[in-house]
């Protein structure tokens, strides 16, 4: 079955930076787009960043100038580099990427999230 593990959350002081990373696995005929959503205590989840191929690129506002997603195609891998990080961007981060497997057409996955928390 078809995986996502994030990794790379943690505790950052404001203005800081931290590098996720989130590798899909399993029986993966072709991804069409990878991204990543977060979702803050009481909020729901929001989007922060998506990639379609390795260089088509969709940000959320908030992020604009500070996140930067990428993608390594071979690797099934989708990263978000996140700078100048405020307390606000303190969420549960989640991957997300849709997969069409060797056995069923295009689906969206999940992954289980990696906490990131903003504070001095």
């Known amino acids: 079955q078809v995986q996502l593990v994030e990794s790379g959350g943690g505790l950052v002081q404001p203005g800081g930076s931290l590098r996720l990373s989130c590798a899909a696995s399993?029986?993966?005929?072709?991804?069409?787009?990878m991204g990543w959503y977060r979702q803050a205590p009481g909020e729901e989840r929001k989007l922060v960043a998506t990639i379609t191929g390795s260089i088509t690129t969709n940000y959320a506002d908030s992020v604009k100038g500070r996140f930067t997603i990428s993608r390594d195609i071979a690797r099934n891998t989708v990263y978000l580099q996140m700078n100048s990080l405020k307390p606000e961007d303190t969420a549960v981060y989640y991957c997300t990427a849709r997969i069409a497997t060797f056995r069923y057409g295009e689906m969206n996955y999940w992954g289980k999230g990696t906490l990131v928390t903003v504070s001095s």
């Open positions: 399993g029986p993966i005929r072709e991804i069409n787009y």
